[in-house]
């Protein structure tokens, strides 16, 4: 079956980076688009950036632009996301998903068919 396993997450002060990674299988893995998304407790799951099957196109969301990068490597079946200059109100959940190539990139949840479990990251001011 389709796993996504997120990992990379911890505590960091204001300022600081961390990279997240999500490895998946149990897909054809360069057939899909993916994304990360983040959710704060109270909060709906917000969309932060997606990148297409080749990784030759991506979008992010207005908060994070310019700070965040998402990449991947289809050799190794993994999506990143560099966080920098991270800011106290970045602080969630952060899952990675996956959205068949065909279907172009998406930036609402319910267009993704996969989802990983997550990984908690935490920015403390």
């Known amino acids: 079956q389709v796993q996504l396993v997120e990992s990379g997450g911890g505590l960091v002060q204001a300022g600081g980076s961390l990279r997240l990674s999500c490895a998946a299988s149990g897909l054809t893995f360069s057939s899909y688009s993916m994304g990360w998304f983040r959710q704060s407790p109270g909060k709906e799951r917000e969309f932060v950036a997606v990148?297409?099957?080749?990784?030759?196109?991506?979008e992010y969301a207005d908060s994070v632009k310019g700070r965040f990068t998402i990449s991947r490597d289809n050799a190794k079946n993994t999506v990143y996301l560099q966080m920098n200059s991270l800011k106290p109100e970045d602080t969630a959940v952060y899952l990675c998903a996956s959205r068949y190539a065909l279907r172009g990139l998406g930036q609402k949840d319910d267009e993704y068919d996969y989802w990983g479990q997550g990984t908690q990251v935490t920015v403390s001011s």
């Open positions: 990148v297409s099957w080749s990784g030759g196109r991506t």
